[in-house]
Each structure stands twice: as C-alpha cells, then as structure tokens.
C-alpha cells in the first residue's frame, strides 16, 4: 500500500468535495517523532530488568512520565534494544573509570578520530567536559577498550558505524 502525504492529497484533488467522516476512516495519525511527542494510546517501548522488547501504551499514567523522564522511554523496539547494548559498553567502560572529574588530577578520557576511524586518548587537569568517562591511567583505558571492544565503543558510545 502506498501512503502519501495529506497535502499531495489536497494538490492532486483540489475542487472535489469530501465527506469528512468517511475520510477520517482513511486517515493514520502521524507517528511521534521523539518520546515528548507520544500522546494518549500511542505505543513506545522501554527496558525492563531482563528484556529491551517490552511494548507499552501511553496511558498519560505516571509510570509512562516516570520512564521518559529517566531515559528509558523508546519509539521503537530497536532503539531500546541498541540502548541496552550501549548500556552494556558504558558499564564496562565505568568498571575501569569514573564520572567524576578530579581538577588538578589526571583525567585521562578516549575520543573517536572519525578522520581515522580510531580512538585515541586524551589528558586534562583543569578542562571538564561532559558526559565522560575519565580514567585514571591510558592503560585503564586500553583496558576497557580490550574488554568493551574497540567496534563495540565506537557504535554504542559514538555512535559510528564500524568499517
């Protein structure tokens, strides 16, 4: 079946009449475009303690506020999915660093060179960034690169699609 958009509609038509109600029939709402969008019995996803796949409806009920407050409010099952995968990487990566910045300390972090498909490592006493990771040595890092994976890093943490 062939959607098109209301407004080609309204081109290609122009001069007929129509009976609204029997339209409306015809008519599929337009999809949410980010979780501040879903309105009532709209469908989204979330992730449970042991599943990504759980399907829920938008009931304006204080859970469904709850979970897109928290993050964890999804328009698609892959999205939730991917999000458990990047949770999975993040928590390796905090097993070897910190969220906390020590100013005046070493706070080494890794960043991803799209130039060259890699990802290198940096060191900052007194520039905080947000939303790192630091690590306390680049051999922690390496570290967590090893058990995380490099591909692993650079598609859930980046965002870049391995090559």
Same mark, same amino acid.
């Given at each position: 079946m062939k959607m098109i958009k209301v407004e080609e509609i309204a081109e290609k038509y122009k001069g007929y009449e129509v009976d609204e109600e029997k339209l409306k029939e015809f008519l599929t709402p337009p999809k949410p475009r980010?979780?501040?969008? *879903? !309105?009532?019995?709209?469908?989204?996803?979330?992730?449970?303690?042991?599943?990504?796949?759980?399907?829920?409806?938008?009931?304006?009920f204080m859970i469904d506020d709850y979970r897109r407050n928290m993050g964890n409010c999804f328009l698609t099952e892959k999205e939730a999915k991917f999000e458990v995968e990047r949770r999975k990487v993040?928590?390796?990566? *905090? !097993?070897?660093?910190?969220r906390e910045f020590k100013q005046g300390e070493e706070n080494h972090y890794m960043y991803c060179n799209l130039l060259e498909?890699?990802?290198?490592f940096d060191c900052y006493k007194d520039i905080q960034h947000q939303g790192i990771i630091y690590f306390d040595t680049e051999k922690l890092?390496?570290?967590?690169?090893?058990?995380?994976?490099?591909?692993?890093i650079k598609k859930y943490i980046f965002g870049v699609d391995a090559e």
């Amino acid at each position: 079946m062939k959607m098109i958009k209301v407004e080609e509609i309204a081109e290609k038509y122009k001069g007929y009449e129509v009976d609204e109600e029997k339209l409306k029939e015809f008519l599929t709402p337009p999809k949410p475009r980010t979780v501040w969008d *879903l !309105k009532n019995k709209d469908n989204y996803w979330y992730i449970n303690d042991y599943s990504a796949n759980v399907r829920a409806t938008w009931d304006n009920f204080m859970i469904d506020d709850y979970r897109r407050n928290m993050g964890n409010c999804f328009l698609t099952e892959k999205e939730a999915k991917f999000e458990v995968e990047r949770r999975k990487v993040e928590a390796i990566l *905090l !097993k070897y660093g910190r969220r906390e910045f020590k100013q005046g300390e070493e706070n080494h972090y890794m960043y991803c060179n799209l130039l060259e498909s890699s990802i290198e490592f940096d060191c900052y006493k007194d520039i905080q960034h947000q939303g790192i990771i630091y690590f306390d040595t680049e051999k922690l890092c390496q570290q967590a690169i090893e058990e995380a994976g490099e591909d692993n890093i650079k598609k859930y943490i980046f965002g870049v699609d391995a090559e």
